[in-house]
């Protein structure tokens, strides 16, 4: 079970830290408790800080108000062997409210490639970019014609 954490805003971690990270391929309107709707773009973050256990964060970036909001699992430090059931639990909170969510290999990735994302996801800004540099998604390259 996932509840807010009003306490965290930012996560942070080493790249030897983190497991794992899925982001969101669509945006979504959310309706958050206090919050009203927004389009929101989610995040799961799993990161290993403590031996032999894992960490997952559900991270959502609500674009109007450019503000996050994270989920942190009833038990914030889970054995590394439940790693893919709370990893489960996490992607079927998501998929509930319609976040179509993807992995985006993180361990399959070079160094170069680990950096840059934790320098440029919202999970891991202490600050945001403006308004319009939130809402812009990275291109991507065509399959098809």
Request: contains cysteine.
């Amino acid at each position: 079970m996932f509840d807010e954490n009003k306490s965290l805003t930012v996560l942070s971690a080493k790249p030897g830290e983190v497991l794992s990270i899925h982001h969101s391929v669509n945006d979504n309107l959310v309706a958050m408790p206090g919050r009203g709707m927004e389009e929101t773009r989610a995040y799961i973050i799993t990161l290993s800080q403590v031996p032999d256990t894992c960490s997952i964060f559900i991270y959502m970036h609500l674009l109007d108000s450019n503000v996050p909001v994270v989920y942190t699992h009833h038990r914030q430090y889970a054995p590394v062997s439940e790693y893919q059931d709370v990893l489960q639990e996490a992607l079927d909170f998501l998929e509930s409210m319609g976040f179509m969510m993807e992995d985006l290999d993180y361990r399959e990735i070079n160094s170069d490639e680990k950096l840059t994302l934790l320098k440029t996801l919202p999970p891991f800004l202490k600050t945001f970019p403006p308004f319009s540099a939130a809402r812009k998604r990275p291109k991507r390259k065509r399959i098809w014609s």
